[in-house]
């Protein structure tokens, strides 16, 4: 069965930094190009960071560039999502995906 | 960056009646490739995404036939034709012709 687990969300100060992960089975993947998606609480889908499936290219929203870093270990089948300086705006359920196939999401509430 | 603009953002349809949603972009979708990057999600409560259409037209695995999907360079369409009461959600387009953008998201509910 194709399955995506994240995990790593809490609650974190503003300013504090989070490192989230996403476990991948079922596929090959390091043949799929991955991506980030958040959910702020009540809003609609917001993209956030996507790579390239040898880690080679990687692009962000705006608004989280210099702040989120997306990587990978295709060795571990495993999506990384660092994040920084993290803000109240940034609270969110935050789904890892492959377009057609999408994890149940990890929550990350940024509060003091 | 590429505005994806939904209509309407709230529906109220009759079990059996069709429903229809509009997506437009801000600029054409059509890729480089040939292939134009459209996809259609349905959200439902306290779920993911599940993705309905690709690239406009083809319907995923496992998704009835009573969705469908057309359109072509910056308007797209969402088209149920007869809504039955599992379809209640928030519907998202998706383009990923230039890094990607979701529409605002249609909420479907049943009269």
């Known amino acids: 069965e194709v399955q995506l687990v994240e995990s790593g969300g809490g609650l974190v100060q503003p300013g504090g930094s989070l490192r989230l992960s996403c476990a991948a089975s079922?596929?090959?993947?390091?043949?799929?190009?991955m991506k980030w998606v958040r959910q702020a609480p009540g809003k609609g889908l917001e993209w956030v960071a996507s790579?390239?499936?040898?880690?080679?290219?990687?692009y962000y929203v705006e608004s989280v560039k210099g702040r989120f870093t997306i990587s990978r270990d295709n060795a571990k089948n495993s999506l990384y999502l660092q994040m920084n300086s993290l803000r109240a705006e940034d609270t969110a359920v935050y789904y890892c995906?492959?377009?057609?196939?999408w994890g149940q999401g990890t929550t990350v509430t940024v509060s003091s | 960056d590429i505005v994806m603009t939904q209509t309407p953002l709230s529906l109220s349809v009759t079990p059996g009646q069709p429903a229809s949603i509009s997506c437009k972009s801000s600029?054409?979708?059509?890729?480089?490739?040939?292939?134009?990057?459209l996809y259609w999600y349905l959200q439902k409560p306290g779920q993911p995404p599940q993705l309905l259409i690709y690239?406009?037209?083809n319907r995923f695995s496992g998704v009835p036939d009573r969705f469908s999907g057309s359109g072509s360079g910056t308007d797209f369409t969402l088209k149920i034709s007869r809504v039955e009461a599992e379809d209640v959600g928030v519907y998202y387009c998706?383009?990923?012709?230039?890094?990607?953008?979701f529409g605002q998201g249609t909420k479907l509910e049943i009269k």
């Open positions: 998706l383009q990923s012709t230039q890094l990607h953008s």
């Open positions: 790579i390239k499936q040898d880690g080679s290219e990687k």
């Open positions: 690239e406009v037209s």
């Open positions: 079922g596929f090959t993947f390091s043949s799929y190009w």
């Open positions: 600029q054409s979708l059509l890729h480089s490739s040939g292939k134009t990057y």
């Open positions: 995906a492959r377009w057609d196939v």
